[in-house]
């Protein structure tokens, strides 16, 4: 990995990004054409036929006496003592027809807001890995100021959507870090940012930060929803008692819960793929029927994580050819249900290599093909999610962006189609000087964030750095370049006075379920 | 880069092998999925009527009179004085219209034949740079003994379908280099090979040599053809005198020709995608109308290359998001045209970085999607052509077995569905120990050539090499297991026997054009 060599300083790492073209505006972004589909129909049908009898006749756990009573009013067969809860189809039919195919998520700046369904794409930075890398500091435990220098980096990305990209704060307490979560998201970026769901109290102080922040109440909040929140199930068939809390608490509040079963074929699910995805079938709309149970009409989507385990190690596989055919039939099967889709962009690598970029282009390609709506840890994700990378943010953002690119509709005006300039170019001459070369070359072509492109003698004299290496002085140059959003001055002081108040009864009296 | 530390010897590489999974067998490979399209018929109609104006308006320069001859006589509108062609629409549809949709190339060992068009894809290595590179050695200029490693690790690896991975022998005499080439792909593989066309006498030799190397005449190998070639049309608008010479003599032959116009948009071709693709279009339909002038039926590919410059350098660019749309509208095309396609796998990178994966991931998806049927430069092309990279060619093997694997059908058996296995796994339990699993764990998923899936402290403890590294040693202990297939004896003393005899007779004479 070459220690050492090849750093680039912030300064230096500045300089290269004044001479880079800007990345471009922040912009929604749809993907036009049709969903790639591998599962057809009649292969939909007999995976869904399974999922059906998995919570006809298996049913799943609820470890949360509050969800089970809920579940029995609406219907579901529940058995108190082993919490077992089994779902006729034509309940889960009734209940998921409730949710809406589409909903925006409303940031604090209202240019930020972004719809979730449909053909829109909406890429979310990465969540949750207790480790955070670099190639100046290595691999090491996250701390807060990482989770604000990458909360800062992806506000200044313009090809993902919301604010975030995180690490754990381990330098933190874990009661109050919540608190540190929400903070940071809100004064560091004005885009939509999400919740952790565990327990109902990190939900409510989440919801009342939101509610600061954008100037409103929780009924402004329910009319126009903007926080989400990813719902693991612990596959297989259970779902835990504090993510139940969390996700009744976001439901209720009518903001966006994204369902997610956490099957690896081999381990938490059956080894062959099919099986595995009639599980997250059954797993995932077994828990958005709840959803529509706690309120109609919440937002709400449905999660694929399907992977394989390599059967040597034990250990997780991501963006393997299983990951893409799982993505693929998600999608399938979340159209076939008008829901929303989730994937996400992985990988197993230790490091920002060939590796690492072969399995999230895998992830991506397939995500965008599929019509993910929700593609999460869509920048930063390493190692199975064991650490987040500033490098690997700039490589997938880098990737983003090329996907992004050739979304765009072609052109097939007459001056695209440049017959004139064809005609003016005699045969074996070239186009560089052409009228019609020179009135458009500055904007004609996507620009690529870490692409060399200069001849080989030139790259290795300059050092012969690998695109990771350029991703170690972009990442800083953006840092350099952040600035931090407006926000309200009342608000930001009313944030403060909410997170020091609820600090210190956290701190006082704990942090209840 | 790392100079010289990681390095694995060729013989830790073979034992690290040999706790490898095999690859697999050699086995051909269908896309079973809809193409992908992105201009639709509308789109296609537009560009196609611009290639049309191109080719009854202004014409292409043939720049060679036996070929203006055929021209003429075919009723093509030839200028003498110019050497420019005009082809009327009526007379590009009737000559298209003689093309195969798809035929066979037929190999020395038929198990090897490949099938050229429909939903078959067939993966070409790369062919044509001058230099070469591993991580021992670094990048220098191609040798005869690089070329023969480099056809040897092809030969072992099963996801490619035909003989080649090659680099100029810069070593060897330039007029008799042809002989050289032809003499390693019959003698080291006994797959489909391709011959250069630089001339009527390199492909006459080629012929002889495959007709030696088959037990046959050439009677025999226009009844089966089983050479390929590449014609790029020297863009805009005008094909070379050599390179017409050989395409005359192939497709005399009833050999391949694969006609591929070099438009890189902004400097062969319109700064602007749709009309380097009119050109491309235009230049690519004018001469496969003149090789079934040249002999009705002959085997020809469309072959799609369109790619950008790099406005800031004025290099090429690859992988880039205008890659991919032409690689997709190029698919459209082709298959409007009855025509198999050829499409590549492409990167500007200088080093086997991440964007050098980036950018061939892109390129491979494109491929797949839009049905390219003959992938050409599948496998360790480097820096835009100018260096073929053992570690490339790894790491390309590698990415084409996860296209290949997620292409397989989805099992959607009963036992593939695994209700029963579920059934008997309890909710928050596991699957590692279920018979369900263990019958089927061995084979259950793809296994990738270069993946590290081991946790962080097992991979930073064994030396924290990158994918690019674990390359380096698997190159080494393929090319260690590398056997060389059976060759009739008195095939081979022919062989011998008409390459010396040509090698005096070019060193007495030179090389005919």
Redesign the interface.
């Known amino acids: 990995?070459?220690a050492g060599?090849?750093r680039i300083s912030a300064e230096r790492g500045a300089r290269l990004h004044e001479r880079q073209v800007a990345q471009g505006a922040w912009s929604r972004c749809r993907n036009p054409?049709p969903p790639?589909?591998?599962?057809g129909e009649e292969?939909l049908a007999?995976?869904e036929a399974?999922a059906f009898?998995?919570l006809e006749?298996?049913g799943?756990?609820f470890q949360n006496d509050r969800a089970l009573d809920i579940l029995a009013l609406n219907g579901a067969e529940v058995d108190r003592d082993t919490r077992?809860v089994r779902f006729g189809r034509d309940l889960v039919r009734a209940m998921v027809s409730r949710a809406p195919a589409t909903f925006t998520l409303h940031a604090r700046n209202p240019a930020r807001d972004v719809e979730i369904g449909g053909d829109a794409i909406v890429f979310v930075p990465v969540a949750g890995p207790p480790n955070v890398s670099d190639l100046d500091r290595g691999?090491r435990p996250g701390t807060a100021r990482d989770l604000a220098d990458l909360v800062r980096l992806h506000h200044t990305l313009a090809m993902v959507h919301t604010a975030g990209g995180t690490v754990e704060p381990l330098d933190l307490p874990v009661e109050t870090r919540h608190l540190d979560f929400c903070r940071a998201f809100v004064t560091l970026s004005d885009r939509v940012w999400g919740a952790r769901a565990i327990g109902r109290a990190r939900v409510e102080d989440a919801l009342d930060i939101l509610a600061i922040a954008r100037g409103t109440d929780r009924d402004g909040l329910a009319a126009r929803p903007g926080l989400y929140t990813v719902i693991n199930v612990?596959s297989?068939?259970?779902v835990d008692r504090e993510l139940l809390n969390g996700l009744m608490a976001l439901s209720e509040a009518n903001q966006a819960v994204i369902v997610t079963p956490f099957t690896l074929?081999?381990?938490?699910?059956?080894?062959?793929?099919?099986?595995a995805l009639?599980?997250q079938t059954a797993e995932a709309l077994g828990v958005i029927a709840f959803t529509q149970m706690v309120r109609p009409g919440a937002p709400v989507v449905f999660g694929g994580f399907t992977s394989?385990?390599?059967?040597h190690?034990?250990?997780?596989?991501f963006g393997?050819?299983?990951y893409?055919?799982a993505v693929f039939?998600g999608g399938e099967m979340a159209r076939r249900w008008r829901l929303p889709y989730r994937t996400s962009n992985v990988t197993?690598?230790?490091?920002?290599?060939?590796?690492?970029?072969?399995?999230s282009?895998?992830s991506l390609?397939a995500s965008v093909?599929s019509h993910g709506n929700f593609i999460y840890h869509a920048t930063g994700w390493l190692?199975g999610g064991?650490?987040t990378s500033f490098e690997k943010v700039m490589?997938d953002a880098?990737?983003i962006s090329?996907?992004r690119?050739?979304l765009?509709p072609?052109?097939?005006s007459d001056?695209?189609?440049?017959?004139e300039?064809?005609?003016a170019?005699?045969?074996?001459?070239?186009?560089?000087g052409?009228l019609?070369?020179l009135a458009?070359?500055?904007t004609?072509?996507?620009r690529?964030l870490?692409?060399?492109?200069?001849?080989?003698d030139a790259?290795?004299a300059d050092g012969?750095r690998?695109?990771?290496e350029r991703?170690n002085a972009r990442w800083k140059a953006q840092l350099a370049a952040y600035e931090q959003p407006f926000l309200e001055p009342d608000r930001g002081e009313a944030l403060e006075a909410f997170v020091a108040r609820r600090r210190a009864e956290i701190d006082a009296r704990g942090l209840p379920g």
Not at 308 to 311: S, Y
Not at 425 to 432: C, D, K, N, Y
């Open positions: 990995m070459g060599r090849g054409y790639f589909a591998v599962a292969g007999r995976i399974t009898r998995i006749e298996l799943l756990e077992m691999r612990n297989p068939r259970r074929a081999g381990a938490m699910s059956p080894v062959t793929l099919s099986g009639a599980q394989n385990v390599d059967m190690s034990g250990a997780p596989a393997t050819p299983e893409v055919r039939v197993a690598s230790n490091a920002v290599d060939a590796q690492a970029v072969m399995e282009a895998m390609w093909l190692e064991l650490t490589v880098d990737m090329s996907m690119a050739w765009d072609l052109d097939l001056e695209a189609l440049a017959f300039a064809i005609a170019t005699p045969p074996g001459g070239h186009f560089f052409a019609h070369t458009r070359f500055k004609a072509f996507h690529p870490l692409a060399d492109m200069r001849p080989f790259w290795h012969a690998s695109a990771t991703a």
